[in-house]
């Protein structure tokens, strides 16, 4: 049986990496909040979505930090999927105006 207080490894995907880096680089040149989505694949393979806010601080003049949370929004992303197919179904169905979706996988 796993142990609940054992870590989870995260992993990032390669694009994933880019898009993180570029994000802690825009966070300190600005030092204001920013915000980006980015999936994680912990180590048995589950991939989790995130929406991450980073901000930058200098803290008593001496270093520059960044302070991030990371909300867990696998379940939105999830019914917005199912959403989104819904909508197609029916668009085909009844012949409404439908525009096919482009996903960028990242």
Known sequence: ?????????????????????????????RQVMLGCEIRLTRNDGMVLHGQLQSIGVTIENKADYILSSIVDV???????EKLQNAHDQLALQTGLPYKPRVIFNV
């Open 74 to 80: 696998t379940v939105h992303k999830q019914l917005e």
């Open 1 to 29: 049986m796993e142990n609940a207080r054992q870590p989870k490894l995260l992993m990032c995907a390669a694009a994933g990496r880019e898009i993180f880096a570029s994000h802690l680089e825009m966070i300190l040149k």
